[in-house]
């Protein structure tokens, strides 16, 4: 069998690098905006999170100088970067690529489990109830990103594709199953 | 409240297993049901012996029923299940399977590897006969109290599991064989060197379970010396004390101090921690947060 | 007749996956205690269970709803309702394993076809017969505790139709009657819906070696770089005697795939996927490889090599006990 670890890509250190000095007030409060869009559009997924709709998560990408704190506020979700290992109930750590892949439908939350791309940390089960949410939810980010940007959707779309072929990274749903 | 000893989960010596009857029939006891629970493969070396057993308790006043197997899958065991039937006591089925062989109305009594969780099934039961049911451990006092009230309304005496190590799970796959290193078919019985079970203990040395055989059993002996008065007030009817190996005669007298009010919770469990100071004692099915949760203090004297 | 595939929909999501991907039937449940993967985030409220079912009836697809917990004394309301919500939604069947339950289906809604859960675990010819004679069952799960030759032996003597797992998670013990989970964490299968839940799950990671602790127990430690199993308390690692490892079973998971054959020889109706915990990406991943090795036995054709060993735990498969050596 071979090694899974080998197959999901990791962001090349060239597009990383420029990502160490950046301020990250502007892109928490761009990713605040999409997730309230995405809150708008899908109930459903803030339905599914049940008793953990005002849980804390940190999501990790492994590959990333930053971590990501989600708070779904219910359904007025809330996200801030932050350098460091982030405060929350549940934390979820993998590569850019895997965590990207499970919202995106292209892998499998436990697979990537089994195989330790993917640690789970905290309150697994809080952990749980956010992947199922999101898999039924069918999400794709890049559409939800074109979305909010009106007449830049054209030019953001073809950004998102360049960059999905140069990094490996599952930026768009999934074809049902394809992935593997 | 009546007392009930269970089967013997066990496997014992023919001779050990004579003997333990032999004595039961002179304990403080008022229902037996023997016969072989875990595995058909145990039966052969003492099933010559059964009916001079049932015969010795009745002779000594006691209420006998003959158990069927926990799992029954194989064609011998199948006419095995069809054969207690005939047996002239009682059937306490423990394997629906058993029940497809009674004839309709015939009465029998239900053991706790029999999935009663509500007044439903209770109801159903009634119907074709049931007419005691010794509850699965699990349950908690709360569901207790409902079913012994379904069951008092229907005539069917409702028992609880009292003392004993807790029967937790039961599979197709022997694990003394498997630790050994042999197939089920050819097990060489394994588990005649168990004869409370094997303890299992976690990676960090915690007594946790215990191997025997097909079964899995919990580490902790369970022990419902607290709840006596609980259950009392609930209805139920006759409590289900396990045999084990060593100091069951002395059990049997302390619970039967306990129901008639002679002796107190502290005082049995004390003198359970006697008979081996390694016991660990649990009742929280009944009223913990979890089934390994106890809570009475420690079990030592 | 082609054998029918049976898989598992965690969510809406999944269900419509499943279908796309060629499922002949999908199994799920509502989201609460009356179904056995009552885990977070999972299941379906009413209206799903609706649109649900009319998406599977539109392709083509059956759905089956498991009502497969035992109800609570006290509490039987909550899972009657189920079953009279799974006729009104338009479920193809309801899969049951309490009596009680059962009792009341087959008089309260005599035309809503009943299948039994592997939940009741009737494991030889006389429980299945008992079962259909008198609650009207007409198909029943078979526990994962028998062999090929054990099952060919029980349709030899039964007319009701028998599905068995082919993939997923493998339950070592008879299922419906096991506490092992309750005795330890006080959730169960039977009365819960949930067996060694996540909430009661802890990970440490130290420097590579990862901890796996069920309600306080360490049942598992892997080293840097090997598969991290869930901490299932039957897969887990444990000593007695002098002997420590996997004393019940190993973190494997059941793949009975190349069997196929076989068990359609042994007479057996459905193949059941198990996974509603899984993803729609893994439930299309499955389904589509199992319809193709059904398709192709109903061609004649040999079985397609598995391609599902990465989906699954631990990384390691097992055909479980329909070899008979496994016990």
Known sequence: MSDPSQQIPQLPAVLVFPLRAMPLAPLSMSLTAISRSIARRHPGLFRRLGEYCHTRYVLDPTDLPFVIVLDPGGGAPRVALTRGRGDGTARIAGSLAALLGMVHGAYDGDALFFSRDLVIEGDTSAALALRNAIDDAELDLSQEIARLCGPMQGPLRRFVALLERQSGVSLTRAAEGTAW | MELTVG??????????????????????????????????????????????????????????????????????????????????????????????????????????????????????????????????????????????????????????????????????????????????????????????????????????????????????????????????????????????????????????????????????????????????????????????????????? | MVMEIVCPAGTPASLRAAVTAGAHTVYCGFADETNARNFPGLNFDRAEMREGIAFAHDHGAKVLIAINTFPRAGDEALWHRAVADAESCGADAVILADLGLLDHAARHHSGLRRHLSVQAAAANADAVNFYADTFGVKRVVLPRVLSVQEIAAINAETDVETEVFVYGGLCVMAEGRCSLSSYATGLSPNMNGVCSPASHVEYHDDKGVLDARLGGYTIHRVQKGEPAPYPTLCKGCFSAGDKTGHLFEDPVSLNAEQLIPQLQKAGVTALKIEGRQRSRSYVAQVVRNFRAAVDALEAGLPMPEGMLARLSEGQAMTTGAYKKTWR
């Not at chain 2, 002779?59 to 006419?79: C, I």
């Not at chain 2, 005691?132 to 908690?140: D, G, M, N, S, T």
């Open chain 2, 7 to 301: 089967p013997n989960q066990f496997f014992w010596s023919a001779d050990a297993w004579t003997s333990f009857y032999q004595d039961l029939a002179a304990a403080p006891v008022d229902r037996i049901v023997l016969g072989e629970l875990v595995c058909s493969k145990r039966l052969p070396f003492y099933q010559d012996r059964i009916p001079d057993a049932i015969t010795t308790l009745l002779g000594a006043g006691k209420d006998v029923a003959l158990t069927s197997l926990a799992l029954v899958t194989l064609k011998r065991e199948r006419k095995l299940a069809g054969e207690l039937v005939g047996m002239g006591v009682e059937v306490e089925v423990n394997d629906l399977t058993a029940l497809a062989h009674l004839p309709q109305g015939a009465p029998f009594s239900v053991g706790p590897l029999v999935n009663v969780y509500n007044e439903g099934t209770i109801s159903w039961l009634a119907g074709r006969g049931a007419t005691r049911i010794c509850l699965p451990p699990e349950l908690p006092l709360a569901s207790v109290a409902t079913l012994a009230r379904a069951g008092a309304d229907l005539g069917v005496i409702v028992e609880v599991w009292g003392h004993g190590r807790l029967p937790l799970a039961i599979s197709g796959r022997c694990y003394h064989a498997r630790m050994h290193g042999r197939t089920k078919d050819n097990c060489q019985f394994a588990c005649e060197d168990d004869p409370d079970g094997l303890d299992v203990l976690t990676l960090e040395g915690q007594p946790f379970l215990a191997m025997n055989g097909v079964q899995t059993l919990s580490d902790s002996h369970a022990c419902a010396a607290y709840q006596i008065d609980a259950l009392r007030d609930a209805g139920v009817g006759a409590l289900r004390l396990s045999p084990q190996s060593r100091g069951f005669d002395t059990i049997c007298g302390l619970y039967r101090q306990l129901l008639d009010g002679d002796v107190d919770a502290d005082h049995v469990t004390d003198a359970i921690g006697r008979i081996d100071p390694n016991t660990r004692l649990s009742d929280g099915f009944l009223t913990g947060a979890r089934g390994v949760d106890w809570s009475g203090k420690a079990a030592h004297p």
